[in-house]
């Protein structure tokens, strides 16, 4: 069992950053791949990032390569999204979650989810 909270949403001009946190509890987080994901008022749910259970490899969205950089520090049981660059679109919800099996590009694969948190860009 894996429990996941975010935090480090909210708003910031255009062209600026931020730094999301998913803080977990569990035995069992070092053993997991993490991932990223957002969603906007009425659409799906879509993949941002990945980092594998190590941190030594890491997968993105072509939306945000080269503008947003996810990492993890197992001895705090964090993983971290560096978003700059932030463009000016719809709010939405980013969410953390724990792979549990299958393609890590869909929420499917994903075992254990956090309450999201809020990000918006004004432009």
């Known amino acids: 069992q894996v429990q996941l909270v975010e935090s480090g949403g909210g708003l910031v001009q255009a062209g600026g950053s931020l730094r999301l946190t998913c803080a977990a509890s569990g035995r069992t987080f070092s053993r997991n791949d993490m991932g990223w994901f957002r969603q906007a008022p009425g659409k799906e749910r879509e993949f941002v990032a990945a980092?594998?259970?190590?941190?030594?490899?890491?997968w993105y969205a072509d939306s945000v390569k080269g503008r947003f950089t996810i990492s993890r520090d197992n001895a705090k049981n964090t993983v971290y999204l560096q978003m700059n660059s932030l463009k000016p679109e719809t709010p939405a919800v980013y969410y953390c979650?724990?792979?549990?099996?299958?393609?890590?590009?869909?929420?499917?694969?994903?075992?254990?989810w956090g309450q999201g948190t809020q990000v918006t860009a004004s432009s």
């Open positions: 980092i594998s259970w190590s941190g030594g490899i890491t």
């Open positions: 979650a724990a792979h549990g099996s299958g393609n890590g590009y869909y929420t499917d694969a994903y075992a254990y």
